[in-house]
């Protein structure tokens, strides 16, 4: 069974361009989640999704940032006009069918801005 | 607002030793998550903590909770080279949604030879 995919795992962009970070939740997983980890710190939530449904985007930022995970394909974390405080580690984790199973992680994607 | 401490943030121990990683926390919560990161690489869950007293062994590494005092420990025993890595512990809270995990800072753990 493979695990929580991500890609790109190394994203760089200028200032003002677009991200798009995708993540392909384990086989059998619904629950998606976003976290962001700046250098240093721990992970903060950010977005929390099941299919076609947005349930809890309390931890994102108001602007630029938005997130979707469709019918299918994967989810996407898409962030508009990046600025250098975007630079971090994003990562998306899954979970089986209820939102209090564990949450298996990706490897993330490293989003550097210029 | 909802603080999860870990300490120390970091520990450089030599082979062969013991010791234990702190976390704190400020909410109530059903569980506790402890995770293994290695540079560059994803978080691998290690242990679940699901009730006050919990103990949880794998290897060299033993995890206990103490939810009266919203607390809980990973404990080294006898470090190795391998498990060097960075440890983060996670509070899955009670209120606001059981699945916005709440990070520590992380412990960056670095075993000598």
């Known amino acids: 069974n493979a695990g929580v995919m991500q890609n790109p795992r190394h994203l760089v962009r200028r200032r003002g361009q677009e991200a798009r970070l995708r993540c392909s939740p384990m086989?059998?997983?619904?629950?998606v989640y976003w976290y962001r980890q700046l250098p240093e710190e721990g992970l903060k939530f950010m977005v929390y999704?099941?299919?076609?449904?947005?349930?809890?985007e309390s931890g994102m930022p108001k602007e630029r940032f938005s997130a979707e995970f469709p019918k299918e394909g994967p989810s996407i974390l898409r962030i508009q006009q990046v600025v250098r405080g975007d630079s971090a580690a994003y990562f998306c984790?899954?979970?089986?069918?209820?939102?209090?199973?564990?949450?298996?992680f990706g490897p993330g994607t490293r989003l550097t801005v210029l | 607002e909802l603080k999860v401490e870990q300490n120390p943030l970091f520990l450089s121990m030599q082979e062969g030793k013991n010791y234990t990683i702190y976390c704190n926390y400020s909410?109530?919560?059903?569980?506790l998550y402890w995770y293994r990161q290695d540079p560059g690489k994803s978080l691998e869950s290690l242990f679940v903590?699901?009730?006050?007293?919990a103990v949880k062994q794998e290897g060299r590494l033993m995890a206990s909770l103490d939810t009266k005092a919203r607390l809980s420990t990973l404990h080294i025993t006898a470090a190795v080279h391998d498990l060097s890595a960075t440890y983060f512990c996670?509070?899955?809270?009670?209120?606001?949604?059981?699945?916005?995990?709440?990070f520590g800072t992380g412990t960056r753990l670095k075993v000598l030879a």
């Open positions: 984790a899954s979970s089986p069918q209820t939102d209090t199973d564990t949450q298996y």
């Open positions: 086989k059998g997983h619904s629950h």
């Open positions: 999704l099941q299919k076609e449904n947005i349930i809890d």
């Open positions: 909410t109530t919560s059903d569980r």
């Open positions: 903590l699901l009730s006050n007293g």
């Open positions: 996670a509070v899955a809270p009670s209120i606001s949604g059981t699945y916005k995990y709440i």
